[in-house]
């Protein structure tokens, strides 16, 4: 190791520690062992003050008997001496209580016999001090304290020891009663501290010399494996920076997302210099998001290749493909992009590709599994007349009939055959099917993507193609138009169709869309707060929309009010298995009947048309068609009131969906004023948010003793195990914490990253709340969305029997983590009662 080395490893580790060493004695010797002889004497002090308390109550009890006429002075005088002259105290019962009278006169000692009855005015210890004396001025002043002087070790009268003692008057008889430690005593205690603080040091010395030791050594290996990774580092560099150099395309190296290495070629083509390019970022260079591009790249092995345009230091821009690989430089991810410039030629080949690509890429829908759009067949004999076609394509609201000969379908028929095959030529509606009809039928795998039935779509110009299973039977049939439906899908469009929308039944039909779009998201492992966020958006939308018809109908409100979600709609965390939770707040200028009645008609219609457009109506009737939630904001002031207020746990219980409130429609000033009142209004209710901590303290993992997950209920005796249930501690747990810390956001992950930011949680605690939460919502809509794509009721159970072991040891973690929860929640609301 290098002079330079050593020294900072002495100032690094080893000054510090016998810096650590030399400041725990200090600590010990200067603080410690003072202290403790303090306490202990003051514990010697409370002890004898308290003991000569006791026998003083003695004095008092006789004095009694003496005021109740019981006993004359002198005899309650001598019966109190003699008892308090037998009491004896201590380890060996050798110490003892003495009593004097104001003048000062022995009254009594068990041990100093010749002392009794003699006048200790002029009595003095070992070093001169008239101890009695002392003591009756003290108790003149202050009615009782303690002395210190010199007396004889308890009956040994050859041997004297300072001693303490504390007295304290007895008023009435004019008696001073007392009783000492020995300060010896004290000093053997404290020696024994002594030895044991020492002992102490002397190890924990030792322990840092051994750890010392180890460091010493650690650190030299470490030393020497840092040279060589430094030589091997050298090496590496010189290695990229002859293949960046090397190279015959534009090249450079990104590490920790800045340029290092550049080739000339690069300069040439960005005009930029080594220096220059040094200082650019990648967004600024390429017109392409960086962090975006790189999320994509997970195999080390294999390079991603996109089409950009790079800017370049005359302000030109130039098309180029960049080729991205990640490479492994001094334990870090980097990155090496190789970029070449696109010729006229190239460009007009790419932009060809495109065009037969374009439904490939242009949504995220497209790259779904055919097999969840298919459409049952409407199938006809082939003698069936083209009339009896068209009553049955009318029938079943069906564009086309597949025709079968001996059950086996052989062509397909559509109302396009109809019109150009024979309403067009003239022809009779009783020829029979097979004349008009397209053979053979085109078939699709059921796993072939929707963007490839697209191609095949648009390559065999044919509007129907009957769909095949693994084993080759045709199972179902989707069209042309079909596919057009669903890639009408994207969120944007969606929204833009709900604004346009004119009546509550293009609502529905428009909803009947949002499924597909989930259950494509959730297919591609989205994150679930873009889930939530596109279905709250999309509720959101539906809800105005619905509210502005309503408007339209009942006229201008007469007062500025307030449309508010509730619970998960609230937090912006609904699913696919959502009922309202809704209410509305009239600005306290509307208390007029008339007002209300007019709200309250607002109110149901709402509710009846979001219930027709598919968000069914809430079982606890939760909602603003109920007169009791469309209330002015003084009488929604009085409910919040009450709740906090109300001690009894399940009624807050009932309440706590109303603390995630959020404004839909109309005046945001009313709901912030609402929730002001309501962070003020909390404050300081212990027994409010122990009551709202209870569905956390509460909750039992469905685990037996052995850990494994059984589910709290059976279904066909399969283990179930409810989403819903398990994400409902960690929601209470961010809303209990949110609203004791005054904050005014509902969304559960935006909680979490606030009490995290507040310092209220641990990072370990934000990161396995964000980790549980999200994955409890990607289970939860992974399940309702294939429910929905099965035809069942999307709700919130999972057979455990369905999950893999993975995912059965992460819900396990989660309970782990639930439990952690559990303590913190125990601990700071609990035990704070």
């Not at 099965?790 to 983590?817: A, H, R, W």
């Amino acid at each position: 190791m290098s002079d330079r080395g050593s020294n900072r490893f002495f100032l690094v580790i080893v000054f510090p520690s016998i810096l650590a060493i030399v400041l725990f004695i200090l600590l010990t010797h200067i603080i410690l062992i003072p202290h403790f002889e303090k306490a202990i004497l003051d514990k010697k002090k409370e002890m004898i003050s308290e003991l000569t308390n006791t026998a003083w109550s003695l004095l008092e009890e006789y004095n009694q008997e003496f005021t109740d006429s019981n006993l004359s002075q002198s005899e309650a005088q001598n019966i109190a001496a003699l008892r308090i002259s037998e009491i004896r105290y201590g380890h060996e019962l050798k110490d003892y209580f003495w009593i004097i009278d104001s003048h000062p006169t022995m009254i009594m000692h068990p041990y100093r016999l010749e002392l009794v009855n003699t006048d200790l005015s002029n009595y003095e210890d070992a070093n001169g001090k008239k101890l009695f004396v002392e003591a009756t001025k003290l108790v003149e002043q202050k009615g009782e304290g303690f002395i210190d002087y010199m007396w004889q070790w308890k009956d040994d009268s050859t041997q004297i020891v300072p001693k303490l003692s504390f007295v304290k008057e007895f008023v009435p008889w004019h008696w001073i009663i007392g009783t000492g430690i020995y300060l010896e005593d004290v000093k053997y205690e404290i020696a024994q501290l002594k030895r044991r603080l020492y002992s102490i040091s002397i190890f924990i010395s030792l322990l840092v010399s051994v750890i010392l030791l180890f460091v010493v050594r650690q650190s030299l290996a470490i030393e020497n494996r840092r040279r060589k990774a430094s030589s091997e580092l050298l090496l590496s560099k010189e290695k990229y920076k002859s293949l960046v150099e090397a190279s015959t395309e534009g090249t450079l190296m990104i590490l920790e997302n800045e340029i290092v290495f550049s080739n000339l070629k690069f300069s040439g083509l960005s005009g930029f210099d080594n220096s220059e390019l040094k200082q650019q970022s990648l967004n600024s260079l390429f017109q392409v998001g960086w962090t975006e591009l790189i999320t994509r790249i997970d195999d080390p092995k294999k390079s991603l290749s996109i089409e950009t345009k790079i800017n370049c230091k005359d302000k030109s821009e130039k098309d180029v493909i960049i080729s991205i690989s990640k490479v492994k430089y001094a334990n870090a991810e980097g990155y090496i992009i190789i970029t070449k410039e696109i010729s006229a030629k190239e460009q007009l080949e790419i932009e060809s590709e495109h065009l037969s690509h374009e439904l490939q890429t242009s949504l995220l829908l497209m790259n779904q599994p055919i097999k969840h759009f298919v459409k049952k067949l409407v199938k006809s004999n082939e003698s069936t007349t083209v009339l009896e076609l068209a009553k049955l394509m009318t029938a079943k609201n069906s564009k086309a009939v597949f025709i079968t000969r001996n059950d086996k379908i052989v062509g397909v028929v559509n109302d396009s055959d109809i019109k150009k095959r024979v309403v067009a030529q003239n022809l009779s509606f009783e020829k029979p099917a097979y004349e008009i009809m397209t053979a053979p039928v085109v078939c699709f795998s059921e796993n072939a993507l929707l963007y490839e039935a697209v191609l095949l779509f648009k390559n065999k110009n044919i509007s129907h193609l009957g769909i095949k299973n693994d084993v080759g039977e045709i199972i179902g049939a989707i069209s042309c138009e079909d596919i057009f439906s669903i890639q009408q899908n994207a969120v944007s469009f969606l929204i833009k169709e709900i604004e346009l929308a004119t009546d509550v039944s293009q609502l529905s039909k428009i909803n009947e869309k949002v499924p597909v779009l989930i259950n494509a998201l959730v297919e591609s492992s989205d994150k679930t707060e873009n889930i939530t966020r596109i279905i709250s958006s999309l509720t959101d939308s539906f809800t105005v929309k619905i509210i502005e018809l309503a408007l339209e109908d009942l006229g201008k409100p007469p007062c500025e009010f307030a449309f508010i979600a509730l619970g998960s709609e609230g937090r912006k965390e609904q699913t696919l298995s959502t009922d309202q939770d809704n209410a509305i707040i009239i600005d306290d200028f509307g208390q007029r009947e008339e007002h209300l009645a007019y709200f309250r008609k607002l109110g149901n219609r709402v509710c009846s048309d979001l219930n027709i457009v598919g968000y069914r109506f809430c079982s606890g009737e939760i909602m603003a068609q109920n007169p009791k939630w469309t209330q002015t904001l003084s009488v929604w002031k009085e409910y919040f009131s009450d709740w906090i207020s109300n001690s009894e746990p399940q009624s807050i219980l009932d309440a706590s969906i109303f603390f995630d409130f959020r404004c839909v429609y109309g005046s945001e000033s009313i709901v912030n004023e609402l929730r002001d009142y309501v962070n003020a209004t909390v404050k300081h209710q212990a027994v409010f948010f122990y009551n709202l901590a209870l569905p956390v303290l509460k909750y039992k993992s469905p685990t037996n003793l052995f850990g494994n997950i059984i589910g709290r209920d059976t279904s066909h005796d399969q283990s179930v195990i409810n989403v819903k249930k398990i994400l409902l501690p960690i929601i209470c747990f961010t809303r209990l914490y949110s609203l004791h810390n005054g904050l005014s956001e509902t969304n559960t992950p935006n909680r979490i990253r606030k009490l995290y930011k507040a310092e209220i949680i641990t990072k370990i605690m934000y990161d396995e709340l964000m980790l549980s939460y999200n994955y409890l919502m990607h289970l939860r809509f992974r399940f309702q969305a294939k429910s929905i794509m099965s035809n069942q009721f999307p709700g919130n159970e999972v057979v455990v029997k369905d999950l893999t072991q993975i995912e059965i040891s992460t819900l396990k973690k989660i309970f782990n983590e639930i439990a952690n929860l559990q303590t913190k929640v125990n601990f700071d609301f609990k035990s704070n009662l």
